[in-house]
């Protein structure tokens, strides 16, 4: 069957892309609220785009028409925010941060999630393995409702559980790490196997 997007509504291509391009990384992404307290939200619009520069890119609609989500709000502030690469186990804490909640209503506060210092202005979060101190390097309006967001990364945790080192490179235990990803509707993804191939010369 072939679909033509432009016959579609914005709903039912939304459904349709989440569901074929899969699965798509997790960015959790922590910034600072106005009221002295923190937002954390998931986007799954979400890959890096460049190591030199070391950028990402995270797609940000609205909450509704003509009003900024919260994180794009204080990104556009402040002008940097954390940004966590969630495991399988903050499942459950990734799905309960998708809620929809007042501005400066805190997620990290409802859910009772213990922070960690991390860059000058911003913690992160002790349970994530992964953690990136980026700084907003630009963001380009795709539509009415809908933002791409360009990331510098500034700082990156790992934790040493699943790090390790042999001359003079960094590697990531991906299975350890355990990275949590969207599928479609309601549906995540879990990586329990990995398929290593050499590239040709």
Sequence with gaps: MIFELEKMSANQRYHL??????????????????????NLAPFSYFAALSSEPALLVVSIGNKEKNL????????????????????????????????TLKYGQSEVSEQGLTLTPFSPNLPRLSDAKVAMHCRLYDVHQLSENQSACYLEVLNIHVEDSILSEAEGRYFIDSLGLSPLSRLGGSDYGVLNEKLTLKRPS
Aim: glycine share 0%.
């Design 68 to 99: 900024n989500k919260d994180t794009k709000t204080n990104l556009l502030r402040d002008k940097e925010c954390i940004l966590h690469i969630p495991s399988v186990q903050n499942a459950e804490d990734v799905n309960t941060s998708a809620a």
């Design 17 to 38: 892309i989440t569901q074929t391009v899969l699965p798509r990384p997790i960015a959790w992404i922590l910034t600072a609220n106005e009221e002295d307290s923190f």
